[in-house]
C-alpha cells in the first residue's frame, strides 16, 4: 500500500513537471554535451519553426549564425570543470523561415541515471528588443556624424565670419584715418554700428560652437558650496546696490562633476540674473539650496523677482535672442549658454516661475 502510495505521488509529481516543461511560454529544452536535442518543448518549436522530429534529426549548430557558433564555448568549460553553476549567452539561430531571430540562453548541467550529465537550456526569444536596440545605436551613430558635421560647420563659419568682420572693423578704422569728416556722416556710424553687433554675434556664436559634451574623466570634482560663495562674492557690489539678500543654504560637502569655469559661469548667471529682474515692489531674495537624487546634485535657485510668464514664452526660454522683460541691457544669450553648459557637464535644468512671485531653476549636476 505504502509502495503504491509513493508510485503515485511521485506519477503525479512527473505529471506536473511534464506539463510545466511542455507548457511554459519559454522555450526548454535538454541537450546532451554534444549539442544535440534530447528534450524539448513546444514552445522550442514555435520559436524555430521546426517540428520536435525536425529538431531532433539535425545538429543544433546547423541553425546557429555562422558568427556566433563558438559563444558557449568558454562559458561552456567552466560549467563542465565545475568553475560556473550556470551561465548565458546571446546567440543569433536561424528560423526555418530563413529569417534571424536573437535568443538569450540560460544554460545549466543535470544529473540523470547514471550520474550523466546533461544541459537544460533555456531560450528567451529577444529578437524584436535586439532589432530596438540595433536601431537605437544605428541613431546614435547617425546623430553622432551629423553632431560632427555640424560642429565642423559651425566651427568653420564662425573662423571666416570672424575674419571678415575682423578685417570690417579694420577697414572702417582706416577710412576714419583718412577721412577726418566721416565721423559727422550718419551712414557711416551705422556702418560702423552694424559691424559691431556683427562682431558681437560671431563672438556668441564662436561660444556657442565650442560648446561640447564633456566625458567624466575631464571633468573635476568641485564643491558646489564653495562655487556658490566664489560666485556671490563676485557680485557683492551689485548686491549690495540693488539692496538684494542671498543666502548659501547648499551643503557644504557635497560634490558636482564639472569644468570650473563653467560652473562658475552657471552659479553667476543666475544670480545676475535674479538681481537684474528684481521686482520693484520688494527687496531681492535669492536662495541656492541643494538635494541629492540618485546620481545627481539638483542645485535650486529661487528669486521672488518678476517671474516669466512660462504659458508665454516657456518653449522659447531658452534660446538664443529670446527676452521677456523689458531690460535695455538684455540680449537673450545668456541662458542659452548657460543651458548649453550645464548640459555639456551632463545634466539639465528645469523652471517654473509665476510672474510677479518669482522663479525656481532646478539644475542637475552629475555627483562626483
Known amino acids: 500500500m505504502k509502495v503504491s502510495n509513493h508510485l503515485r505521488n511521485f506519477s503525479n509529481a512527473y505529471d506536473v513537471l511534464e506539463r510545466t516543461f511542455n507548457n511554459t511560454y519559454n522555450g526548454i529544452a535538454i541537450v546532451n554535451l554534444d549539442g544535440n536535442w534530447l528534450k524539448v518543448n513546444e514552445s522550442v518549436c514555435e520559436i524555430f519553426g521546426y517540428t520536435r522530429w525536425e529538431l531532433f534529426n539535425m545538429d543544433i549548430n546547423n541553425i546557429v549564425y555562422a558568427e556566433d557558433l563558438g559563444v558557449h564555448e568558454e562559458k561552456f568549460e567552466k560549467l563542465i570543470n565545475g568553475a560556473i553553476d550556470k551561465y548565458r549567452v546571446k546567440q543569433r539561430y536561424f528560423h526555418k523561415d530563413g529569417t534571424i531571430i536573437w535568443m538569450l540562453i540560460s544554460v545549466s548541467l543535470v544529473y540523470f541515471k547514471e550520474g550523466r550529465a546533461h544541459m537544460i537550456w533555456q531560450f528567451n526569444d529577444v529578437t524584436n528588443r535586439q532589432k530596438s536596440q540595433d536601431k537605437l545605436k544605428l541613431m546614435l551613430s547617425v546623430a553622432k556624424e551629423q553632431n560632427e558635421r555640424l560642429t565642423s560647420f559651425a566651427n568653420i563659419v564662425t573662423h571666416n565670419l570672424r575674419s571678415h568682420s575682423g578685417n570690417l572693423s579694420s577697414l572702417t578704422g582706416f577710412l576714419e584715418e583718412d577721412y577726418s569728416n566721416l565721423n559727422e556722416n550718419e551712414n557711416f556710424q551705422l556702418l560702423k554700428t552694424a559691424i559691431e553687433n556683427l562682431q558681437e554675434t560671431v563672438s556668441h556664436l564662436t561660444e556657442v560652437a565650442r ?118 541691457d538684455a540680449i537673450g544669450i545668456g541662458l542659452f549658454i548657460t543651458k548649453n553648459h550645464i548640459e555639456s557637464l551632463g545634466g539639465k535644468i528645469e523652471v517654473k516661475s509665476e510672474v510677479d512671485v518669482g522663479t525656481e531653476f532646478s539644475i542637475c549636476f552629475k555627483k562626483a
Not at 567624466?216 to 566664489?230: G, I, T
Not at 544670480?271 to 535650486?300: G, H
Open 211 to 328: 560648446i561640447k559634451e564633456i566625458e567624466d574623466s575631464k571633468m573635476d570634482s568641485l564643491n558646489l558650496y564653495d562655487f556658490a560663495e566664489k560666485a556671490t562674492y563676485n557680485i557683492i557690489a551689485l548686491a549690495q546696490n540693488a539692496e538684494a539678500l542671498i543666502y548659501n543654504e547648499i551643503d557644504e560637502d557635497v560634490c558636482v562633476k564639472g569644468i570650473p569655469a563653467y560652473l562658475d559661469s552657471i552659479i553667476l548667471n543666475f544670480l545676475t540674473n535674479a538681481i537684474k529682474y528684481k521686482s520693484e515692489k520688494r527687496k531681492p531674495i535669492i536662495e541656492l539650496r541643494s538635494i541629492i537624487q540618485d546620481d545627481f546634485v539638483v542645485l535650486t535657485i529661487k528669486d521672488n523677482g518678476l517671474g516669466i510668464d512660462l504659458d508665454k514664452f516657456g518653449d522659447t526660454l531658452f534660446q538664443m535672442y529670446k527676452t521677456f522683460h523689458n531690460n535695455d
